[in-house]
């Protein structure tokens, strides 16, 4: 059951994420990148060991991801238009790899956990997440606010 409700959250937190950024790699996901490096820098206070080999591990993990989700979302997009006409065969082909993703960011997760566990200790591991969900928070309230300002 824990294990199920840690993957939920984590499936969600990752649909979440890239709305922040129209590209990967434009402008607005470069400061977005940044924005987060700074903020976890500082909630998870490694020493400057710690980071040496955190960020690379890191940085791979989101790549990885990164690589899923926009796979994800090309699948997505194929099927946006409800004019599309796919065959039944084709819809639960897509489907099943669009499920595939999720499982594979859910496994991509789990096993970098354990890499993070082997880098810093167990209350920086969870701080990360901590901070991690606190970032996305950050983030939301920052697009609201912005939203609410063009509106003026």
Do not use: C
Not at 35 to 53: D, G, P, R, V
């Amino acid at each position: 059951m824990k294990k199920k409700f840690f993957l939920l959250i984590i499936a969600l937190w990752y649909l979440a994420l890239p709305g922040f950024s129209q590209e990967r790699g434009g402008p607005d996901f470069e400061k977005f990148k940044s924005q987060k490096i700074a903020f976890l820098s500082e909630k998870m206070n490694l020493s400057t060991k710690e980071a040496q080999e955190f960020w690379p591990v890191y940085n791979s993990f989101e790549k990885q991801r990164g690589e899923l989700q926009s796979y994800r979302r090309q699948l997505e997009q194929k099927t946006r238009d409800e004019k599309i006409n796919l065959s039944d065969q084709e819809i639960i082909k897509t489907t099943r790899d669009i499920a595939a993703t999720f499982r594979k960011e859910a496994d991509l997760s789990v096993d970098f956990n354990e890499k993070f566990l082997k880098i810093l200790p167990p209350q920086k591991v969870l701080q990360l997440y901590r901070a991690e969900n606190q970032f996305r928070a950050h983030m939301f309230d920052q697009y609201r606010k912005k939203r609410e300002e063009e509106k003026k």
